[in-house]
T-cell receptor
Framework: SQTIHQWPATLVQPVGSPLSLECTVEGTSNPNLYWYRQAAGRGLQLLFYSVGIGQISSEVPQNLSASRPQDRQFILSSKKLLLSDSGFYLC??????????FGSGTRLTVV | LAKTTQPISMDSYEGQEVNITCSHNNIATNDYITWYQQFPSQGPRFIIQGYKTKVTNEVASLFIPADRKSSTLSLPRVSLSDTAVYYCLVNRDDKIIFGKGTRLHILP
């Protein structure tokens, strides 16, 4: 069966520090991968999506970047975190049109 | 991508049937309608998907009229554990955009 792993579950980082969140998928090949962010009490904002290795589409220009070094690995990064980067980060995958599966999320607090 | 409009919040009581309607006036021929449920501090969970008429699974029913410009998610006999945010999505591409969703609050 397909599973998605996302870590860490929670993270507290100081302003100006780097960030690396990792997401891996098991049990499927060539998935579409996505990073979403949800600010407190808000909806989900699509940040990046990838349809293949090395292929990244950015939806919102900001202080973050994404990379897909392997077929089932998606990484969200920042060189210098801002207070506004705080939020709940979710990784998701799909193999087509019918339904997305989300990871358990990472709650990032920038202090 | 088709834009969706749904109520910001709804209240209901345990045991009641809850219907959440979503408008998607500019839905395209190839678009499907999908609903997700999200609990606090969790990722959204797929509930149901449909293209036209009616779809039913063990969790919910989805009603889609002939013009497909709206859809209604029906939750039978809700319980307190159904308190969550429900998102209506219309998608055909490789990416989906979430709206603000409907915050459903079930009261005892």
């Amino acid at each position: 069966s397909q599973t998605i792993h996302q870590w860490p579950a929670t993270l507290v980082q100081p302003v100006g520090s780097p960030l690396s969140l990792e997401c891996t998928v098991e049990g499927t090949s060539n998935p579409n991968l996505y990073w979403y962010r949800q600010a407190a009490g808000r909806g989900l904002q699509l940040l990046f999506y990838s349809v293949g290795i090395g292929q990244i589409s950015s939806e919102v220009p900001q202080n973050l970047s994404a990379s897909r070094p392997q077929d089932r690995q998606f990484i969200l990064s920042s060189k210098k975190l801002l207070l506004s980067d705080s939020g709940f980060y979710l990784c998701a995958w799909s193999t087509g049109l019918y339904g997305y599966t989300f990871g358990s999320g990472t709650r990032l607090t920038v202090v | 991508l088709a834009k969706t409009t749904q109520p910001i919040s709804m209240d209901s009581y345990e045991g009641q049937e809850v219907n959440i309607t979503c408008s998607h006036n500019n839905i395209a021929t190839n678009d499907y309608i999908t609903w997700y449920q999200q609990f606090p501090s969790q990722g959204p969970r797929f509930i149901i998907q449909g293209y036209k008429t009616k779809v039913t699974n063990e969790v919910a029913s989805l009603f889609i009229p002939a013009d497909r410009k709206s859809s209604t998610l029906s939750l039978p006999r809700v319980s307190l554990s159904d308190t969550a945010v429900y998102y209506c999505l219309v998608n055909r591409d490789d990416k989906i955009i979430f709206g603000k969703g409907t915050r459903l609050h079930i009261l005892p």
